[in-house]
């Protein structure tokens, strides 16, 4: 049944030795990636692709709705392997136009465990609910709220311990937060950049 893929997988292993002989060698020798990725696991937002990197230059996690909730140990996890182990340099926490969980989280649909997970975009929506509920347009109030979520998520992952141990010890590590538009394949920079504790406590009302 799979056997589509299997042939896709061959042939992308020959198209990457016969640019690079030695590609996968150095992949087996050790991976040494600057960035942790953490995004959304929709199909239509590869971490890799969009950002034209090749294996190996990424840590990707990837989870409904790109959130980074501290008491998910599997999310922390990642995390803690990338700032301690790997010694990332860049975390991009990244959602997406047109995510299906944020209008998930918001549309008053019961599906089950899954509106568990998504109750932190709740809480970001009714933080924000004046701003929210000024924008007329459906489309463009999701896409507002995917932003706050993203920005939200940057404020998790830099007020955790293994970022802020990493700080302390003076590791340099940055939180960024980014979204990535479908329509057009380009990611926005939200300038929420956290290097350390000054830039955190600019988002404290986040």
Known sequence: ???????????????KTAVDADFFKRLVGQQAPEYLWIGCSDSRVPANEI??????EVFVHRNVANLAPPQDANYLSVLQFAIDVLKVKHVLVVGHYGCGG???????QRRGLI????????EVSHIHRHE???IPEERARLD???ELNVIRQVRNVASDVFVQDAWARGQQVCVHGWVYS???????????????LDDLAKLDDC
Do not use: F, Q, Y
Request: aromatic fraction near 4%; charged fraction near 25%.
């Open 115 to 122: 509106d568990h997970w998504l109750h932190p975009i709740r």
């Open 182 to 196: 479908l329509s057009n394949g380009l990611v926005t920079d939200l300038n929420v950049t956290v290097g350390g």
């Open 132 to 134: 929210l509920e000024a």
């Open 102 to 108: 944020i209008a998930a989280a918001v549309d008053g």
């Open 1 to 15: 049944m799979l056997e589509d893929l299997k042939a896709n997988n061959r042939a992308w292993a020959a198209r």
């Open 144 to 146: 507002r709220l995917c």
């Open 51 to 56: 950002i034209d990197l090749d294996p190996g």
